[in-house]
Each structure stands twice: as C-alpha cells, then as structure tokens.
C-alpha cells in the first residue's frame, strides 16, 4: 500500500500555480517576439510537458511516498525516569489554583510528552507507595495513569518520602540481577511532594540512592504561607486531633538536602514559580548510560526513485536545446 511521509498541502499548490504562471508569462513573451518575424513559437510545447514531467516528479520525491514496511535496528542511550507523586491529603490543598495535584498532573502530562527514547514509571505514595506504571516507552497508558490521580488512590495517611524512593530500589535491584550485563541505565527520580516528611528512614535510604549514582530531583509544591487542606466531597477542611484546622505548608529543607545528597537539583512549584522547564532541561542533560537496540518498523521511503528520474529530464532540458525563431 503506497502511502506518503508527509501530506499534500497549500505550499506545494501554491509553488505549482506559481509554476505555471512563470511558464506562461514566458510562453506568451516567445510569441510576442515570434509574431513579427511570421513565426509562432510553438516548439515550446514539448518542453513544457518536459519541465512539468519533472517538477512533478521532484514534487513527488518531497512528499516522500512509501510502499511497504522495513523492520530497523534504532539505538538508543535513553535513560529511566521515575515519577514519584505524592498523593497524601495535603496535596488537595488551594494554595496553587486549582489545586496542587491538579495543578501538577497538567506539569506532568506535559513534561513526559518530551521524552521519546527513555522509560518512564509512576509511583504513588502517602503514608505507603505503589508502582502506578512500571518502566515504559508508551507514553500514551502513562498519560492515561496521570490523568486518574487522585488522593483517594492511596490510603490516607502522614507523607513518608522513604517507601517510594525504597521502591525504586528494588525496582533497580531486580533490573540488575536480570540484566546480561553490569552496566545498568541511567537512573533519575522525579519526587513530586510538598516536602512535608513525616517518615523516619529517610536518611538511610539515601545513602544507599547515592551509593546507587540514582539521581532525585525533587519537585517542591506548595506556598511557604500554606492553606487549609479541604476534605473530600466540600465538608469542611481536615481538622488535627485537638479539633484544630490542618495548614500545610511547602517544607524545600528536606528536598534541597536531599537533591544535594544524591547529585541531583531542586525544583519549585508554586503559585509565583514554575520550574518544570528547568527539570526538563536537567533531565536532557542527564546522559543514558546504556545503549540499547531497538527494533522498529519504518515506512520504506521510496522517494529516490522519482527523484532521480526528475533529475535526468532536467538533464534532457539542459542539454537538448530548441531553437524557437529561426532567422
């Protein structure tokens, strides 16, 4: 089946009009220089079935048309990227509109669509952590993932930054132990939270994450000022055990000291700053460790074919000459 790399569109159309104008605008010149001399100029014509031949052949080979399917090897030096997402009560809060989650799904969404060659994963945590989405090149089921976050997925509890970043570890453990050689990918976590840990094994996970060369990027969400933390459904706001109204508020101490352990970068985002392209750009530099061969399957381009048939008529038009007034 012939199908083609890039569709018909106005410029083409407009460069063949164009074309013909040229072409006539010259045609008519002929003739007029032809007509005192008792001569009509029409040896014109079969070059003008020769120069059209060929622009449309060149026209063809731009378009790229293609028939059939080939299976190619593609190597790559991607890396893994794990997206880690805090989805405690907290992060319902109001001080980023429309609300801290909702405000980083769209962040997110937009950020994973940049990556073509590198795995990505999701993990959900609060008070425990869940693999949402292993390692994947689809970026589609993950956007799928993204879009259903909410704080209900995870049972409610104080945020522990520790059972997430532990997952990955076992994540990478496993990867390792099956691999056919030692050299393991690169490795970037991406911590979404507003800071507020409440866990108390944090430290020691981090070391073994530095030992490991994985690097954690903390995104912190959030206002230094904080807001109350509505409860589900619009009753009211979360109350501590004194009866008191929950404020929550961005903690960056914990994050920067935690970037700064695992060779990695901290990140805000807040209702004044949004530095998911800073993250991103970080995340570029990061190089693949690894490389790895993937095959695809790739439209077989034929545009060769039509563009070296046009390049021979131009080549018959350069080189037979018509003499269209004769003295």
Do not use: H
Not at 90 to 100: E, G, H, L, V
Not at 120 to 149: H, K, M, N, R
């Amino acid at each position: 089946m012939l199908n083609w790399a890039y569709p018909l569109g106005w410029p083409e159309g407009l460069a063949a009009i164009f074309f013909f104008l040229l072409y006539l605008g010259y045609v008519l010149r002929t003739r007029r220089l032809a007509a005192p001399l008792g001569q009509k100029g029409w040896r014109l014509g079969w070059k003008l079935v020769l120069r059209a031949a060929y622009l449309a052949l060149l026209g063809v080979a731009l378009l790229g048309p293609a028939y059939g399917v080939t299976q190619r090897p593609v190597r790559t030096e991607g890396k893994d990227v794990w997206l880690l997402v805090d989805l405690s009560r907290s992060m319902n809060a109001p001080d980023i509109a429309p609300s801290r989650l909702q405000k980083v799904k769209q962040e997110l969404s937009a950020l994973t669509s940049r990556f073509q060659a590198d795995r990505l994963g999701l993990i959900v945590f609060a008070g425990e952590a869940y693999v949402q989405c292993p390692l994947t090149y689809d970026q589609a089921a993950l956007q799928l993932f993204l879009s259903t976050l909410q704080t209900s997925l995870v049972p409610a509890g104080s945020t522990d930054l520790a059972p997430p970043l532990e997952l990955v570890l076992q994540r990478l453990d496993s990867a390792r132990a099956g691999a056919p050689t030692p050299q393991a990918r690169a490795t970037a976590i991406v911590l979404v939270t507003d800071g507020e840990d409440f866990g108390e094994k944090l430290e020691a996970t981090v070391r073994v994450l530095a030992r490991s060369s994985t690097r954690v990027f903390p995104i912190g969400v959030g206002t230094t000022e904080g807001s109350r933390i509505p409860q589900s459904g619009g009753r009211g706001y979360v109350r501590d055990d004194r009866g008191r109204e929950v404020v929550t508020r961005l903690a960056p101490a914990p994050l920067r000291r935690l970037a700064e352990q695992t060779g990695g970068q901290y990140f805000e985002l807040t209702d004044q700053r949004n530095e998911f392209p800073l993250l991103l750009n970080a995340l570029n530099r990061l190089e693949g460790q690894a490389e790895q061969v993937r095959t695809v399957s790739v439209a077989d381009n034929r545009y060769r074919y039509p563009l070296v048939l046009a390049l021979v008529l131009m080549l018959l038009d350069v080189v037979i000459t018509v003499k269209v007034i004769r003295p």
